[in-house]
């Protein structure tokens, strides 16, 4: 079983950056693609990017792209999304998501099989 697990959230600043990170553990033995994702109070989950086993194919949201890079780095197991020149409507739960495979085939949140607990992005104005 593979768990993931968020870090690298908090509150900054509008016009600032955040790097988050998702550590996956367990059996991790698999290919996976791998995706962030996001939810803000009142508002449905949306993706924000996501990216391939071998990052050869990355997905970027129409919100977020030219402000968010996702990469990955199989051999720490761990993905990384890097928020720059971020807004107030930024403002969410940022989620990991894992499902298996090597593309990423689909960006629906029900594609994902695995999920982390969140991390909280606050942007002040």
């Known amino acids: 079983q593979v768990q993931l697990v968020e870090s690298g959230g908090g509150l900054v600043q509008a016009g600032g950056s955040l790097r988050l990170s998702c550590a996956l553990s367990?059996?991790?033995?698999?290919?996976?693609?791998m995706a962030w994702f996001r939810q803000a109070p009142g508002k449905e989950r949306e993706i924000v990017a996501a990216?391939?086993?071998?990052?050869?194919?990355?997905f970027k949201s129409a919100s977020t792209r030219g402000r968010v890079t996702i990469s990955r780095d199989n051999a720490k197991n761990t993905v990384f999304l890097q928020m720059n020149s971020l807004e107030p409507e930024d403002t969410a739960v940022y989620y990991c998501?894992?499902?298996?495979?090597?593309?990423?085939?689909?960006?629906?949140?029900?594609?994902?099989?695995?999920w982390g607990q969140g991390t909280q992005v606050t942007v002040s104005s």
């Open positions: 998501a894992a499902k298996a495979g090597v593309g990423i085939k689909s960006i629906s949140s029900r594609e994902y099989e695995i």
């Open positions: 367990g059996r991790t033995g698999g290919s996976y693609a």
């Open positions: 990216i391939s086993w071998n990052s050869d194919e990355i």
